[in-house]
């Protein structure tokens, strides 16, 4: 640096040296979290971080007002339990109401009274905490009793609780929901110094694909891709109705109590109340919407952004592609063409076969639910459906970030698990009819149609025409919705099912590369005993690179409970040992043999007089065992560590 004055010399040197310490301070974050993100046999377990999402109705609402309640002793203060205070709900249920129902206009809270959500564990794992209460409105305790179970430290497992009320955007306006949770993510990688797994249930499912969308216009484009594997190794989606449920329509016509001590009319009211009540209503696979990350630097405004293009199948389909039409409903035959414009040559059937002045029945597919053909059709008769046609609108399929009412893609995350549970009687459609009373009670359910064992069956008993699916759903979503996920398998899947029990391998039946079509189901080629409990394992390691892609489905997996079963948590946790193991071989776990890992697990064996699986449990009995079951434990090993699956072969310690 000759002719340079010593003062500019330093400020140069000090220049170059600032750069390069930042240089460096970047490829060490890079290599720490490349090294925390290294695949399967590289996982740095103690790095992990786990984060929850709860579903609808799945998290402490508390008060945040002073509400006097008359004619009863039991009054609201702040922090006083709103959802879900059953005492207060059965002894002021006016006044419990006031602090649930939001304005369903603009979203806002009663003037007088405001309810927020919980934080923390607490607000997910009981709702309603009581000796009685309590058990029977447990959500994620046995989830986090798992973790617990296994060492897993308190800030390793994050909740993050949302008032469920809420629409999509109003989450963030108000509570700025997604801000937290991204600062969540990053807290969690700053903290432990490695990525998160995701845990979503039900509509915490519909909750992240928003996060991941309102993501791309807050982090730099050329960020994006970096930003999601830095801070989430895996995303498990717990029961996702991927393509909406049934149930959501008819909690906003008729009503769903959900088991509380309401009417089915005060469960309507609070309902249509909430934003977040069409979140989840059917709707067509078949029907897109433009980029609107792409829209969004592009410039191109977003008036027409409530028109999306359905394919040729949406309109080859009878029922958009679901099993059968969603809705059947008896509205009175006045100026038909103005009610229902959307299908005319549908009414001059109808029509066409009517006396004058009769009532009419009109079907009406998910389509047609989701793109507000239904509420027009019934608005002269129901004045609510009006604002939920506005809702709908404004709320949804208007909405800036992402149309929620539209297909979901693979989430572009390298390690993807759709888990729900099949095989019961589910929901699918219903027939309505008017009730002769005033809102909220002026419609009556007459008929459900289910969905059980490959066939649709009515209410009343009767064989239903339709295109059923090879199984049904979990009681609450339908099977299409839920396995909609199995479009995110590549050309090639391993199939495998086991028993859900303990199992010593002699009843897992295999099946490798067979062979999947995009939009059509996998159905593989394997027996199925009615006495047993199975699990199917579809998975995929090829199609994507560095990217993995299972979907399990679960026998009787109830949707609500589904994250209390002790066989989705085994399998989930043999998963992330598999990963982290040192000499993990194959991409996902060995399916070949399933021992105990918990005392819970070994059982006391009548025909043999002994405790079952003796190879790892043994009769060790404790003051307070009221029977032999309970004096079953695991075998204390001399390196005290709790029981683990290897690539080779079952192995436990």
């Not at 009787?556 to 998963?575: D, F, G, T, Y």
Request: glycine share 6%; with cysteine.
């Amino acid at each position: 640096m000759r002719g340079v004055e010593p003062k500019q010399r330093t400020r140069v040197i000090i220049t170059i040296l600032f750069y390069l310490l930042i240089l460096l301070l970047h490829n060490t974050g890079n290599s720490s979290a490349t090294a925390a993100n290294d695949g399967e046999g590289g996982l740095d377990y103690s790095k992990l971080s786990g984060i929850i999402i709860p579903g609808f109705a799945s998290t402490q609402l508390r008060a945040w007002s002073i509400l006097d309640c008359p004619y009863s002793p039991l009054d609201f203060n702040p922090l006083d339990l709103v959802w879900l205070d059953s005492t207060k709900l059965l002894s002021a249920v006016n006044c419990w109401l006031k602090c649930m129902l939001l304005n369903p206009d603009n979203q806002k809270d009663n003037p007088e009274c405001k309810s927020r959500p919980d934080e923390g564990l607490s607000a997910i794992t009981e709702l309603d905490p009581g000796y009685i209460t309590g058990p029977l409105s447990s959500v994620w305790k046995e989830w986090i009793k798992w973790c617990i179970q296994f060492g897993i430290e308190p800030n390793a497992i994050v909740a993050v609780p949302y008032d469920w009320r809420l629409s999509p955007a109003m989450l963030e306006e108000r509570d700025l929901y997604y801000h937290r949770l991204k600062l969540t993510f990053e807290t969690a990688l700053k903290l432990r110094g490695g990525p998160s797994l995701v845990f979503a249930h039900s509509m915490g499912n519909n909750v992240f694909r928003y996060f991941l969308e309102w993501l791309k216009l807050e982090v730099a484009p050329k960020h994006y891709t970096q930003w999601l594997d830095e801070h989430i190794y895996a995303y498990f989606a717990v029961g996702a109705p991927l393509l909406g449920a049934p149930e959501t329509v008819k909690g906003s016509i008729s009503g769903v109590t959900f088991g509380l001590p309401v009417s089915e009319g005060t469960a309507r009211l609070m309902f249509n109340s909430f934003g977040s009540s069409l979140w989840m209503i059917p709707f067509s696979p078949y029907c897109r919407q433009d980029n609107t990350y792409l829209k969004h630097f592009s410039g191109v405004t977003t008036k027409s952004h409530d028109t999306y293009q359905c394919s040729e199948e949406e309109a080859q389909s009878n029922y958009s592609g679901w099993p059968t039409n969603i809705i059947n409903i008896e509205i009175p035959a006045i100026n038909p063409y103005d009610a229902y414009p959307a299908v005319p040559g549908l009414i001059e059937t109808n029509l066409s076969s009517m006396e004058c002045g009769l009532p009419t029945q009109l079907s009406f597919s998910a389509h047609e639910v989701s793109d507000g053909t239904l509420f027009k059709a019934i608005s002269d008769y129901d004045s609510e459906s009006k604002r939920n046609l506005h809702q709908l609108q404004k709320l949804y399929l208007s909405d800036p970030v992402l149309n929620p009412l539209t297909p979901w893609e693979r989430p572009p995350l390298r390690n993807v698990f759709c888990i729900y549970g099949i095989d019961l009687k589910t929901e699918i459609g219903y027939y309505v009819a008017p009730s002769g009373k005033p809102y909220p009670d002026n419609w009556i359910i007459t008929d459900i149609i289910y969905e059980s064992e490959g066939s649709l069956w009515s209410r009343s008993g009767n064989l239903v025409d339709g295109y059923p699916g090879v199984t049904s759903g979990d009681e609450t979503v339908p099977y299409n919705s839920l396995s909609y996920c199995k479009n995110w398998l590549g050309p090639k899947v391993n199939i495998t099912r086991t028993p859900q029990a303990e199992h010593d391998g002699s009843d897992v039946q295999e099946q490798l590369n067979v062979q999947h079509h995009h939009g059509a189901d996998v159905i593989p080629n394997m027996t199925k005993s009615p006495k047993v409990k199975h699990i199917t394992f579809y998975e995929d390691s090829e199609s994507i690179p560095g990217a993995r892609t299972a979907v399990w489905e679960l026998d009787k997996a109830n949707h609500r409970n589904i994250v209390r079963s002790p066989v989705l948590m085994r399998e989930l946790w043999l998963q992330m040992w598999h990963d982290i193991h040192p000499n993990a071989t194959s991409k996902f776990v060995t399916k070949a043999k399933r021992g105990p890992l918990r005392h819970e697990d070994c059982y006391w064996d009548y025909g043999k007089a002994r405790c079952g699986w003796p190879e790892y449990c043994e009769y060790r009995y404790l003051f307070g065992d009221v029977h032999l079951g309970q004096s079953c434990r695991l075998k204390i090993s001399s390196a005290g560590s709790k029981p683990y699956i290897l690539d080779d072969g079952v192995c436990y310690h």
